[in-house]
């Protein structure tokens, strides 16, 4: 398998944020509107977007919102 620094964790809540940074991946937020996520968890993202429509490849690669 990959190693967990070259995976990306797409995540919703606190717990998964937190779950991905603590194993060393990547992580991208789509906050989840009903129950958002914590801002230290945020904080730990490599990437905020406001859904999954505006994931895109070039995103998770540039970094860029």
């Given at each position: 398998?990959?190693?967990?620094e070259?995976c990306?964790a797409i995540e919703?809540?606190t717990?998964?944020?937190?779950?991905?940074?603590?194993a060393?991946?990547?992580?991208?937020?789509?906050?989840?509107?009903h129950?958002?996520?914590s801002?230290?968890a945020?904080?730990?993202?490599?990437?905020?977007?406001?859904?999954l429509?505006?994931?895109?490849?070039?995103?998770?690669?540039t970094g860029?919102?």
């Amino acid at each position: 398998g990959a190693s967990t620094e070259r995976c990306v964790a797409i995540e919703d809540s606190t717990n998964g944020m937190l779950a991905a940074a603590a194993a060393t991946m990547t992580v991208v937020a789509v906050p989840n509107r009903h129950v958002p996520p914590s801002a230290d968890a945020l904080a730990l993202a490599a990437l905020v977007l406001p859904d999954l429509a505006s994931l895109t490849a070039e995103r998770i690669i540039t970094g860029r919102e």
